[in-house]
């Protein structure tokens, strides 16, 4: 059976297109930004603070044969988040994808969250991820297929009673997903990754555990390899959107 330009690109590489990577210069997002550079994507690495980290990323999707550039923003600000895309976007003409990985992860009761706490956490993990979308939606040109990926935590889909404004943050981050996921097709796809434990937090003592290993079905942490590669297979698929993949070894079903 013959195949269309369209069904033959979802195989290959993402060569040709751009992508932004919000949080981009450390942790997940730099392994995230640098295997989208390994597939042949121009990368736009967001940051706010990690600026030379944010540098040594782009020189290593550089060399990676990929183009880089960077961009500064502080997502808690609406107004900064607003103009984020079309900042980003300049860069190279436009975007093609948009990776919301940047989050915050605070601990709090429902006794101790604060209305400070509550907003942050909203804001970051949330509304950014809206307003990215929102202004992704409206740069990309006509004709071309877009792409959009959350990265949210499986207490999105099972929330429990800690780290209260952020778990709250993460159910509505996947309503968003589920929602935009409606909104922009067919023009752009909308999936999310829920992870479990891969990085400890950062402010965490040496020993800190996220989870024991043993409430893991599989024994063990995920790793931010494995992270990425769920989200390749995500972009390559042009059949999903609207779906949750969880990265977490099965902790969501216990």
């Known amino acids: 059976m013959a195949t269309s330009a369209e069904d033959h690109s979802s195989s290959c590489s993402l060569a040709e297109r751009t992508a932004l990577v919000t949080g981009g210069a450390r942790r997940i997002g730099h392994t995230l930004a640098l295997a989208l550079a390994e597939a042949g994507a121009r990368v736009v690495i967001h940051y706010l603070t990690s600026e030379t980290e944010a540098q040594a990323t782009a020189v290593q999707v550089k060399e990676l044969g990929a183009d880089a550039a960077l961009v500064r923003g502080d997502l808690a600000d609406a107004a900064v988040v607003t103009g984020l895309i079309d900042q980003a976007a300049a860069i190279f003409g436009h975007l093609d994808i948009l990776i919301n990985n940047a989050s915050i992860f605070a601990p709090g009761s429902l006794a101790t969250t604060t209305l400070e706490d509550w907003d942050r956490n909203q804001a970051i993990n949330l509304r950014a991820p809206f307003l990215l979308s929102q202004g992704f939606s409206r740069q990309l040109p006509e004709g071309r297929f877009g792409d959009i990926l959350n990265l949210n935590d499986y207490r999105g889909l099972h929330p429990r009673g800690d780290h209260f404004a952020y778990t709250i943050s993460k159910v509505g981050l996947h309503g968003l997903t589920r929602s935009l996921a409606l909104a922009l097709a067919p023009q752009i796809r909308v ?48 059949a999903i959107t609207g779906q949750t993949v969880c990265i977490d070894g099965g902790r969501n079903l216990v």
């Open 191 to 238: 999936n999310e990754l829920a992870l479990g434990a891969v990085l400890p937090p950062e402010d965490s003592p040496e020993n800190y555990l996220h989870v024991l290993k043993e409430e893991i079905p599989i024994h063990r942490f995920s790793k931010p390899s494995e992270v990425a590669s769920a989200m390749m297979f995500l972009l390559h698929n042009r």
